[in-house]
């Protein structure tokens, strides 16, 4: 089709692994100059802070102004701590999130790849039994079945293919790209197990090292900087109802941690399991298709079956493709949920080991 030869040629799909994705994003993300720039002003102010302490009013320095001054300067050490650990959050939380929209791109292509298999399958079916009943093989309500079926399927393939539109596009913005990029997504989830600590482990390291909780404990230690000094126009007891509404959401946010470590370390372990299974299952069919090609070489089988239900070579090849894929999503699913875990818990999002390597950019020698 040229009209469609010619859009190629203007916008090429261009090969993207996961590791390129997550480097373009951090690279394009507005979020993450943001953090950089907070952190630029957390040190100004702390640099600021650092030298009114060395200034001594003639009052002396037991006095609210030198208070304030001790404790804006202390405020100011725990805001460059906290800005610089939120600059580190949010090159994970990046990583995350293009891991989330990459792996949801990858199933989407493997759910089409399903679809458009199972779908030909039908069609090649369709004629076949079409034969059949004009041959009075088939009955027509068993064609006419067929025949819903697999209009039914070419309806669940078009929402298929919206549904991989729609995570391209995700994509798309996360990266800083235009409408009319296009990658192809290159990189494969190779990962069939997590290895973790004891879960009571998982869950002291997520208490101090989650994004959600040393956000919280950064606003309790600035409370708890207060406690020491005079600060005009905050009376002893607004004070304390400042410190204990922070230390609440200190506890607050440990508890909420701690259900969501529980809550994806059974499932991770769950998963695991299910990836077994599906090894499994995946080896059965290539043996059955093994088995199948043999019958048919001796024509014992059809390649494509007149009657619905019957043994056919198609049928087992077509078994073989759908058990792959549902393998594939499995260790995707895997892959998300170590993402997410791994920024629940302080770790790094992204692990290479996961991944097949990218693909080796050919060089070419200038003359």
């Known amino acids: 089709m040229p009209g469609v030869a010619a859009a190629e040629e203007e916008n090429p799909m261009e090969p993207l692994s996961i590791q390129a994705a997550i480097e373009r994003a951090q690279k394009n993300s507005p979020a993450m100059r943001l953090t950089e720039l907070e952190v630029q002003k957390a ?169 959600l909780v040393w956000t919280k404990e950064a606003l309790l230690d600035i409370e708890k900087s207060k406690e020491d000094w005079y600060i005009k126009g905050i009376s002893s007891e607004m004070k304390q109802i400042n410190f204990d509404t922070a230390q609440l959401n200190y506890e607050d946010a440990k508890r909420t941690v701690r259900a969501l470590v529980e809550q994806m370390y059974f499932t991770i372990n769950a998963l695991e399991g299910q990836i077994v299974m599906a090894e499994l299952k995946h080896n059965e069919a290539l043996r059955q298709e093994e088995l199948a090609r043999l019958k048919y070489n001796l024509g014992m089988i059809p390649r494509i079956s007149m009657i619905p239900g019957d043994t056919n070579l198609e049928s087992t090849i077509l078994a073989v493709h759908q058990t792959q894929i549902d393998l594939d999503n499995m260790k995707l699913d895997l892959a998300s ?28 020698e200038e003359i």
């Open 337 to 364: 949920l170590k993402a997410q875990y791994a920024f629940m818990t302080g770790r790094n999002v992204f692990d290479e080991a996961d991944w097949t390597a990218p693909p080796v950019e050919e060089k070419t």
């Open 43 to 211: 040190q100004i102010n702390r640099d600021d802070a650092a030298e009114a302490v060395n200034w001594l009013p003639t009052e002396g320095v037991v006095t609210p102004a030198f208070d304030l001054v001790i404790s804006s300067w202390q405020q100011s050490e725990i805001g460059l701590t906290t800005a610089k650990r939120a600059e580190q959050a949010k090159k994970e939380e990046i990583a995350k999130d293009v891991l989330t929209a990459y792996i949801s791109a990858l199933k989407n292509y493997n759910n089409l790849m399903s679809m458009e298999q199972t779908l030909k399958n039908a069609k090649d079916q369709e004629l076949v039994r079409n034969i059949a009943l004009n041959a009075g093989i088939l009955s027509s309500f068993d064609y006419d079945s067929s025949w819903i079926a697999t209009k039914q399927m070419e309806e669940g393939y078009q929402a298929t293919q919206m549904a991989y539109e729609g995570s391209i596009a995700d994509l798309r913005s996360l990266l800083g790209e235009s409408a009319v990029w296009t990658p192809v997504l290159t990189s494969e989830a190779i990962i069939t197990e997590y290895p973790r600590n004891d879960l009571n482990v998982e869950i002291v390291a997520a208490s101090s090292e989650s994004v």
